[in-house]
């Protein structure tokens, strides 16, 4: 019996809607597709120089401003690199300070909001009585160093607050008995964790108010009235290190009876070595906990990971393209085609999140012809910058193939080493980048490039802060010391972290996913007012962070500020006992206990204070 089977039109309907959806699909997942998207779907945002809000001379004439003075003695070593860490905090605070030498002291203090003390020798000062006077008729002084011991100490110290005074001891670690470093009250460092410590052991009175002491009950910062004005004494020696300016910012802020200071207001996520060639075979350790080789633990598991932390904390990844790694240094440059779908499918997912694609390099060689820079990574110094910039345009030819019409405009140097020779090169090799971002802590290596955030040459200085999955009492040092002097996270992690066993800690992912998730959160809880955003988002507010001065007055219970070259928006911290009374201009949000994120929506704001 012969049956003929037949498709009705609902079958053949069903099929060419499925195909048609199949067809769609493909080209939404298209490079074609992306071509359609300004920079893969991220728009620019460059300062409009003519909504830049310009102050007349004329205007900025009148206008005042806070001055401070510090002081420092040119003769000792460690006098002028606490006084460089100190002026570098107080430039990103956008204060005016005159600093002077011992041997150029003022005889009048009288027009200083703050008057600071970088050195140890109280018994140099010529103008001590003077200094004291300020402080009786409603000044104030930060003495950034402990104090030597010798008969002018004994002369101040009970003016100090000090009753009783013992021999210089090295203390046990820090604990924080204020939110002098914003939402970290009760922080506890180990001896361990933080830089070795010089302090003098001594008694306080009771009418000194304590910010900080040691785990064995050393006084560490304090301060107490005198008269009219105030002393602020930090009881120790670590305010020279950068990892400390944090305190610095924080302590000048509890000082002053109302306090408010500029910051970039920017949480920014790095991820180096992302998209690039992923590693085949097997790890055993993530084989046995996931049944998976390394192609498929990053496509399976890692990643997704990292997408739902992403969304559940507000991140936003800035990935740093390697194409090879391969040490080649030399042309021609080739494009290894065996894992194209992987830069594809990384770098689309990236972009979909709203992240960023940059560049870390067409191999992991650093950018410099100085062989002893590299001598210790084991990697080859290039011969010459035409070699580099043809290296560096494989890679970027390679990745406008993939993702048309995408503008790269982030780079970090691999291993955080890059010389004057390779910054050329990557300026005219790829005129889009037009920032670099390297290590704002120093590693203590010779040729590690140390950044501020701050305009160099042709491009904007971008530096990352913390970096790992590593969720630790240093890590949490670190970043609110950031983010109470600068108003920034800036975080970097690595996705082979997992398979090397010392940056692991021979942790399994499910570990280090669980302390990465805990530092996510520790930054999302406490610093929720932080601006998510990539590092080319990152470096044009910075761009206008930097170009804008600030000139700020206090009177009758009124704060007012001024900005010139306002570009639409400017962050502040403002801490103040007093209550918020009303308000111009300005959004005010409260994010600890007397501290508030001020927003000022035009180019003058005032704050008015009630008792």
């Known amino acids: 019996m012969n049956i003929k089977f037949r498709l009705g039109k609902t079958v053949y309907l069903i099929i060419i809607f ?59 070593s460690y006098s002028v690199f606490l006084k460089d860490n100190i002026i570098r905090t107080l430039d990103y605070m956008k204060k005016e300070t005159d ?48 104090p030597e011991i010798n008969g002018s100490l004994e002369n101040l110290y009970r003016k100090l607050g000090i009753y009783e005074i013992g021999e210089f001891i090295n203390p046990d670690g820090m604990e924080l008995t204020s939110n002098v470093l914003v939402k970290s009250d009760h ?16 008694g306080l009175e009771d009418r000194c108010t304590i910010y900080a002491k040691s785990i064995d009950q050393i006084p560490l910062l304090w301060d107490v009235s005198y008269r009219e004005g105030k002393f602020m004494v930090f009881n120790g020696s670590i305010l020279g290190t950068k990892e400390n300016r944090g305190l610095i910012s924080g302590a000048l802020s509890m ?25 085949e075979g097997r790890n055993e350790q993530i084989y046995d906990e996931y049944q998976r080789d390394i192609p498929s633990f990053y496509r399976d598991i890692w990643w997704p990971d990292m997408l739902k932390m992403a969304a559940k904390y507000d991140v936003k990844y800035t990935g740093l393209v390697i194409q090879t790694y391969d040490d080649k240094i030399t042309p021609p440059y080739k494009t290894k085609e065996q ?31 100085n062989t002893k820079a590299v001598k210790d990574l084991g990697y080859n110094a290039w011969k010459n910058q035409k070699d580099m910039e043809g290296a560096l345009n494989t890679t970027e030819d390679y990745m406008k193939e993939l ?49 501020e955030f701050e305009k160099a040459g042709v491009f904007l200085h ?9 969720y630790t009492n240093k890590m949490e040092w670190i970043i609110a010391n950031g983010v109470t002097s600068l108003g920034v996270f800036s975080h970097f992690i690595h996705p082979d972290d997992v398979l090397d066993e010392q940056r692991s800690s021979n942790k399994k992912w499910s570990e280090l996913g669980k302390e990465y998730d805990q530092l996510l959160h520790h930054t999302y809880t406490n610093y929720p007012w932080l601006q998510s955003m990539v590092a080319k988002e990152a470096s044009n507010k910075l761009a206008n962070y930097l170009a804008a001065d600030i000139y700020i ?20 911290l403002f801490r103040t006992k007093k209550k918020i009374a009303d308000i111009e201009n300005c959004e005010i949000q409260k994010i600890d206990k007397d501290v508030y994120l001020v927003k000022a929506e035009q180019e003058t704001i005032e704050i008015g204070l009630g008792n």
């Open 255 to 279: 000082l002053n009876e109302t306090y408010i200071y500029p910051v970039m207001n920017m949480k920014i996520t790095y991820i180096d070595d992302f998209p690039a060639p992923v590693p």
């Open 339 to 369: 894992q194209r779908n992987n830069f594809i499918q990384y770098g689309r997912e990236l972009l979909k999140m709203g992240g960023e694609i940059g560049i870390h390099g067409y191999n992991h060689q650093s950018l410099t012809v």
């Open 18 to 76: 499925v195909l048609i959806i199949g067809l769609l699909l493909s080209v939404l997942n298209s490079n074609y597709m992306l071509s359609f998207l300004p920079n893969g779907g991220i728009l620019d945002i460059h300062t409009d120089e003519e909504n830049v809000k310009k102050l007349t001379e004329e205007t900025i004439r009148n206008l005042e401003t806070e001055e401070y003075l510090l002081i420092y003695n040119d003769k000792n």
């Open 403 to 451: 993702f048309p019409n995408y503008d790269m405009k982030t780079y970090v140097p691999p291993s955080n080493r890059i010389d004057e020779v390779g910054k050329a090169a990557l300026h005219n090799a790829i005129p889009s980048i037009n920032t670099i971002s390297s290590l704002y802590l120093t590693d203590d290596i010779e040729y590690t490039t140390v950044q």
């Open 187 to 202: 922080l506890v460092m180990k001896k361990e964790e933080i830089a070795e410590n010089s302090s003098l052991s001594v």
């Open 462 to 470: 971008l530096p990352r802060i913390t970096s790992g999955y590593h």
């Open 99 to 146: 600093v002077v030498t011992l041997d150029n002291v003022p005889v009048s203090f009288d027009k200083y909001k703050n008057i600071i003390i970088a050195f140890e020798e109280i018994g140099q000062l010529n103008h001590l009585s003077v200094l004291e006077a300020y402080v009786a008729e409603g000044g104030k002084v930060f003495f950034a160093i402990r």
């Open 553 to 572: 007055k206090e009177k009758d219970n009124r704060v007012f500020i001024t900005i010139d070259r306002f570009a639409g928006e400017m962050n502040f």
